[in-house]
């Protein structure tokens, strides 16, 4: 599983042409599946991504202190199995590495269903569709995580 996760002031997914989805204050965050990914790897992901702390911290100098619950923020999922694309060989990607179609939706899902049960507000693209995604990065701030063996992720 892989994600990019950015922190935004606000962002919108559209599917032609039609606003399908928006929020606030919060995370926009890219996830692609991978084969061999788990609806445990899912939940930890979920877990992973509702408690960093990226957001400023008025008391603490505007150190990055809070997570997205702290600040009471958004979380907008986009499916993106680009992501586990690969530029190895050549200059066209392979995508032998993502998850079928229907295991990869399934579990863009439950990550999105941990985070709702985490208490956060949550929204989604539509999977499988072409979207055209806005978002105003707020710092820019963005980190990169790919599980790891074990269940943890990284880099």
Known sequence: MKLVVQRVSRSEVRVEGRRIASIGRGLLVFLAVERGDSDALARSA???????RIFP????GKK????????????????QF?????????????????????????????????LRESGLRVSTGVFG???????????????WL????GGEFGP
Do not use: I
């Not at 979920?46 to 960093?52: D, E, G, I, N, P």
């Not at 911290?57 to 603490?60: L, V």
């Not at 569709?129 to 990065?137: H, K, Q, R, S, T």
């Open 146 to 149: 790919q599980s790891l063996p």
């Open 82 to 114: 680009t992501l586990a694309g690969s530029l190895r060989k050549g200059r066209r990607p392979s995508f032998d590495a993502a998850a079928p179609p229907g295991e990869a939706s399934a579990l863009c899902e439950a990550y999105a269903a941990a």
């Open 57 to 60: 911290d008025p008391a603490e």
């Open 46 to 52: 979920a877990a992973k991504t509702s408690q960093m």
């Open 129 to 143: 569709a072409m979207m055209e995604v806005d978002l105003v990065n707020d710092g820019p701030v963005t980190f």
């Open 64 to 79: 990055m202190n809070l997570s997205v619950s702290d600040v009471g923020g958004e979380v907008l999922v986009v499916s």
